[in-house]
């Protein structure tokens, strides 16, 4: 990234980048989640908070990997993954199981019914989608991935 990050005209390529960044961790924390809430027989709320939880977990621990790669101590690079991801897992885990609880059966299809897998693509999908403007919005501002940027050269 360059130093066009900080600028308001902060381009779709570098928020969609930023966006699948946050995905790849929201989408492991989040099956990881509904796998676990769906085969233990949790409700759908239980199942929900487990899968958000995770999901920022691992949302933060990737963004954390590079940035202790690039020297930072573990708590600078933990107050850099909550500033860098809080606001885009936040979003996208909020329209991830909006659409998950909304999709008529999906909670409740159980793993062995293309419902719930065919749902929680769909959901992942969707949140992609309605996070980018998000992510482009904080990076114009300086916010966001662009504060993960500032570690990786």
Known sequence: ??????????????????????LTGCAIGEVLGMVIGTALGFS????????????????????????????????????????ADTVSIAVMELVDNAVMVTVPGAME???????????????LAVAFVLTVPVNKWLIGRGLGHAKVHAHHH
Do not use: E, K
Request: hydrophobic letters at 60%; a positive charge; glycine letters at 12%.
């Open 1 to 22: 990234m360059t130093g066009d990050a900080h600028r308001p005209g902060a381009s779709w390529g570098m928020a969609a980048s930023a966006t699948l960044h946050c």
């Open 44 to 83: 759908n709320v239980a199942t929900i908070v487990l899968a958000v939880a995770l999901a920022f977990v691992f949302g933060y621990a990737l963004t954390m990997r590079g940035v202790l790669r690039s020297g930072v101590g573990f708590r600078q690079a933990l107050r850099v993954a909550l500033a």
């Open 109 to 123: 299809a159980g793993l062995g019914h293309w419902l719930f897998w065919g749902a929680l693509a769909f959901a």
